[in-house]
């Protein structure tokens, strides 16, 4: 469903953006590197009628997409901030048209665009899952596991996570690190709800490999190609039985569309920071609830800010597989938000209160903060 109901507008007086270095409980492992620190933009919309917050996915280098934080940080202060603050009164739905003549940076887009949405929300008291349009009070939640130093350690961790209620397990693999990974999980867990994600580490001249994965029974493996492969991905989604999801593909309802049509796949994941918000990932759920297709919310280490606003997303219907919305204490010790999510009989509730239904933790931003800056209209 559309948003029904849209947003009433501001009057923003400007806002303050933030890199913040948080540690991670445990280094997080992809085909594409490791992190021991989660670097993050958070920026907070400055509004007559009070404060919103918006979380800035990017990391630190450019591994997962082109963008990152320097890219976000720069493209933000230089363009993307002046030209909201150009408008007197801004509603929430009206943000990404004023930043589309700039091309790209769907990252700080998303954040600026959830700053506003927040502070509109929250102004007239009404919670960001009822805008939305959700449809349930919690969310099954999976957690996604980095890769470990062998598959023996692989299953310990698997197990913690099981152990703690988790929905559904997704695994990172790589060449080198797929088959064996993926058969010590499934002989040790056995029919557990099991995924696996590449990071578009492989090419298509490794189909052989990936069809090899087809006697796990994985709910899906998401995003084996590049990002622009999407006639790979459709030659690929052809010889194999498991369903493909595409995650860095999405870049927007056109990219699903596309991705769509093309049959490279069956399954989305939607992550608002990399469509360019929360508004875009409604469409895009919307367009795959008209076709059919099952979508569920990836995740980026989101801190309390954008994990409330994800729980919120894959509260709607057609997120009908669990995502990646796990507890903050999956990653952090101690979030930015002062009630973190947590797991709950394997779900994360979505927050009820106004706007994002969080609130910062004033101490622990400051804790966290790297760099600082405040634009005034
Ligand atoms: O937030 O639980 C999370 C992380 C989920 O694996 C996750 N995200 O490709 O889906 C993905 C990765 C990208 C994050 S690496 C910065
Ligand atoms: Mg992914």
């Not at 507008?9 to 890199?19: K, M, Q, T, Y």
């Amino acid at each position: 469903m559309p948003i029904v109901r849209p947003a009433a507008s501001v009057a923003l007086d400007g806002f303050e953006l933030r890199v913040l270095r948080i540690p991670l409980v445990s280094p997080f492992t992809t085909s594409f590197g490791t992190e021991h620190v989660r670097e993050v933009i958070v920026m907070r919309a400055l509004t007559a009628d009070g404060e919103g917050w918006g979380e800035c996915v990017t990391g630190a280098a450019p591994l997962y997409s082109s963008e990152y934080t320097q890219s976000s940080w720069d493209v933000a202060l230089r363009y993307l901030v002046p030209a909201l603050l150009d408008r007197r009164r801004l509603a929430p739905e009206d943000v990404a048209g004023v930043l589309a003549p700039f091309i790209g940076h769907r990252m700080p887009k998303a954040g600026l665009e959830l700053a506003v949405l927040d502070a509109a929300l929250r102004a007239e008291s009404r919670p960001l899952g009822e805008y939305l349009g959700a449809v349930r009070d919690r969310v099954p939640s999976g957690v996604s596991v980095g890769l470990q130093v062998d598959p023996r350690a692989l299953v310990e961790t698997v197990r913690g996570y099981l152990d703690e209620g988790y929905a559904r397990i997704k695994i990172k693999i790589k060449p080198g690190r797929d088959v064996g990974d993926t058969a010590a999980v499934r002989d040790a867990f056995g029919a557990i709800p099991l995924q696996v994600d590449a990071n578009s580490a492989y090419r298509l001249a490794d189909a052989a490999t990936l069809e090899e994965l087809d006697r796990f029974d994985l709910l899906l493996i998401e995003q084996p190609l590049q990002e622009d492969d999407l006639v790979d991905h459709a030659a690929l989604a052809a010889r194999l039985r498991t369903p493909i999801c595409l995650d860095e593909s999405i870049v927007s309802v056109k990219a699903a569309a596309d991705a769509l049509a093309l049959r490279a796949a069956s399954i989305l994941n939607i992550k608002a920071g990399r469509v360019g918000g929360y508004l875009e990932a409604v469409r895009i759920h919307d367009l795959a609830q008209d076709a059919g297709v099952p979508v569920w919310c990836g995740g980026m280490l989101e801190t309390g800010i954008g994990r409330a606003a994800n729980a919120a997303l894959a509260a709607l219907p057609g997120f009908t597989l669990p995502g990646d919305v796990s507890a903050s204490a999956r990653f952090y010790s101690r979030d930015i938000v002062t009630e973190p999510a947590v797991l709950e009989d394997g779900h994360v509730r979505v927050p009820t209160g106004p706007g994002l239904g969080v609130e910062v933790d004033p101490l622990a931003l400051d804790e966290f903060t790297v760099a600082r800056e405040i634009l005034r209209r």
